[in-house]
Structure formats: C-alpha cells, structure tokens
C-alpha cells in the first residue's frame, strides 16, 4: 500500500498556485498559536547590519551601500550586491533580512511592470513607495525586516523615499539605512550640498561608506555605487571598502587647512601683557624705535 493511501496526503497542485504572497495569518503555524508571538519565540535571533545611503542632488539620485552579508558573526557573502534595479528608472537599496528584500523587490518589480504595461508610461518613484509601502503593510507584526531607499527620476525630476516594512513611507534628500548608517550620517551631513558636481557627489557617497565600513562590524568588503539619470541608472563603480579607507587617510584634512588660512587672515589677538607695553609707550612706539622722541630716549 502506498504512503500517500495510509496518510491520506495528496499531491499540491504545482499548476494551480498563486504566483502572489499568502494573505496575513495564512502561515504555517502550529494551530492555536498567534503568528507573532510563535515568530518571537521560536524565530531565529541572528544579528545582522549592514551601510547603505542614497541622497539627491541636481544631477540625479546618488545610491551606495557595502557588500558584506552577515549572519551574526558569520560573514555569510563578502560581495553581495545590496542595491537592486527595479526599473529602468528606479533603484532601491535593501537593508534588513535578505531574503525579505529580494522577495518583497521581485513583488515590485512585477506590479510595476503589469502597471507600465497598463498606462503606457513608466510609474513614478512616489507611486512605486506607496505600492510597497501598502503592501508591506499587511504583514506588520510578522517579523517581516526590510528598510529600503527608492531612487529614482520621473516627470517632476529626481525623487528619493524611505520605505520600511511596517508601512513608513518618508520623502527626503538624504537617507542611510542600517547599523553603519549613524557614522555615514556623520560625513554626509558636513558634506552635502544639492548643487554638488558629479565627482563630488561621487566622492562623497564613497567617503561617506568607507568610514561606516571602518567603524561598523557588520559592514565592509566593497563599496558599491549607482547614480540614478534622467536616462535611467548606471552601475558606477565597486572599490574596496578597506583601499579607499586607507586612501582618505593620506588625503589632507580640510579642518587642519581652513584653520591655517583663518590663522594667516585673522592673526590671534595680542595678550594682556603685551597690551599693557603698547599702552605704557608714548604713542603706541616701543622704546627701541627710532622715531621716539630725544626727551623720551633721555628719560
């Protein structure tokens, strides 16, 4: 007798299934448990972190982010890439659980391609947050981990969102996203400016990388970086995280040569005691000077 006639278990219809995700509550759970409560019982406790960045300025939408995949302390992938093309115009960085990112970005980009074949005109970058946002918003609570930056450029120009897995959906000009992101705001702060050059803009996102990178345990490898076009995005470069560390640290610092120039333009005010001989001599003159007068070189 067969196993599938003792247990009575039949074959899934392979044919038949759903190409979408199951509806909230429709896990395989244990029956009587609530889904959240199993998840934050039973569920794994893995640490994980990584750096990624995106700001907009007037040349398009800057995208970066490190390589390095952990597992705790295991480096499961130095030279994963975390920044994913959605569209032909649209990027997004991933931070959280990788396998939440890639599902939740090939949902995207499905849905965004059923919609551009629909309207004859590609989505815009508000409209591609607000999709995911919605949809990730019926799984709130289901220990659902995904943080992304949409970088994009539509009919109203270069666009940037934040977008988390309970339904946050923020618009701004600057985001980092992951446990490196504290020491990235750091640089990103001093050295942004919206009418910053391509090259600047550039150097800014690799520096801005490469200290989270230096400081943050759970990033590094390389540095990955993507700059968003009216024409579409372009995949820029990848350097290693640790070769432009040390390359930013031969570089002179800008504080140390601002310093030197206001010392030359300002020189420092002169001490109580060197006042005090300036006042004492007649007409401000020190006694030396050749200009004093015979009756005061006398006295």
Not at 63 to 77: I, K, L
Request: aromatic content about 8%; charged content about 20%.
């Amino acid at each position: 007798m067969a196993l599938q006639d003792v247990c009575k278990w039949q074959a899934p219809d392979t044919q038949g299934l759903s190409p979408h995700l199951p509806q909230a509550g429709g896990w395989a759970v244990p029956r009587g448990c609530d889904p959240q409560t199993f998840l934050q019982i039973h569920g794994p406790r893995l640490a994980h972190g990584t750096t990624t960045l995106a700001f907009r300025f007037r040349h398009g939408v800057i995208a970066a982010a490190d390589t390095r995949s952990s597992c705790g302390n295991y480096v499961a992938c130095p030279a994963s890439r975390k920044v994913i093309p959605v569209h032909q115009h649209l990027l997004g960085t991933t931070s959280g659980t990788s396998a939440d990112c890639a599902t939740w970005y090939r949902v995207l980009q499905r849905e965004l391609r059923l919609r551009a074949l629909r309207e004859g005109q590609l989505p815009s970058v508000a409209s591609a947050a607000k999709l995911l946002s919605a949809m990730m918003s019926h799984y709130r609570g289901l220990d659902l981990c995904v943080a992304t930056a949409l970088c994009g450029w539509d009919r109203s120009g270069p666009a940037l969102f934040y977008v988390y897995s309970d339904g946050t959906r923020l618009q701004g000009d600057i985001f980092s996203v992951g446990s490196g992101s504290p020491y990235a705001y750091g640089v990103l702060d001093r050295g942004y400016r919206y009418d910053m050059t391509t090259q600047e803009a550039y150097a800014l996102a690799r520096c801005a990388v490469a200290h989270a990178t230096h400081r943050d345990a759970y990033s590094g490898g390389s540095v990955d970086l993507f700059h968003v076009r009216e024409s579409g995005w372009e995949y820029v470069s990848r350097n290693d995280a640790w070769v432009l560390y040390s390359e930013l640290q031969k570089l002179p610092e800008p504080e140390k040569e601002e310093e030197e120039e206001a010392s030359e333009a300002h020189p420092e005010p002169a001490t109580p005691t060197e006042l005090a001989k300036v006042e004492n001599s007649p007409r401000g003159l020190e006694p030396g000077d050749s200009r004093m007068p015979a009756e005061t070189e006398t006295l």
